[in-house]
Each structure stands twice: as structure tokens, then as C-alpha cells.
């Protein structure tokens, strides 16, 4: 099990936040997916078969990459 926080530069408030979480739960292996849209972060707590390039390729494809 991992667990790493991201700094996502485009989160502006709680809905984005609610976006970031909604789709990176569905990835399979995503155990929680906490956010801050004060300070801009978000943490994800992950095992297989998720990896931190899976996580990092749907912040991408969402919008919301991690910086």
C-alpha cells in the first residue's frame, strides 16, 4: 500500500475536489482519496493493481494534473 499527496494547481473549489475523488475512486486498487481545495492537494492511498502513473495519468486526463 502507498500513499502520496499531489499538488493540483487547477483545483479552485470544493467541487473540483469532489470530481478528483469521484474518478480516482473508480481506478481499481484506490483504497481513499482525500482533498484540500485550500490548499490545493490531494491524497490518494493506493495498492495494486493502481500505480502512481495510473493515478498521475487521470489527474491528466481530467484536467486536473499534478504538478
Not at 491524497?43 to 486526463?61: A, M
Request: proline share 4%; net charge negative; glycine share 4%.
Amino acid at each position: 500500500m502507498t500513499k502520496q499527496t499531489f499538488t493540483v494547481p487547477n483545483i479552485s473549489c470544493n467541487h473540483c475536489v469532489m470530481t478528483i475523488k469521484n474518478q480516482l475512486s473508480e481506478l481499481e486498487g484506490v483504497i481513499s482519496v482525500e482533498g484540500d481545495a485550500e490548499n490545493k492537494s490531494i491524497s490518494v492511498e493506493w495498492g495494486d493493481p493502481s500505480t502512481l502513473e495510473k493515478i498521475r495519468d487521470t489527474l491528466k486526463q481530467i484536467n486536473y494534473p499534478a504538478s
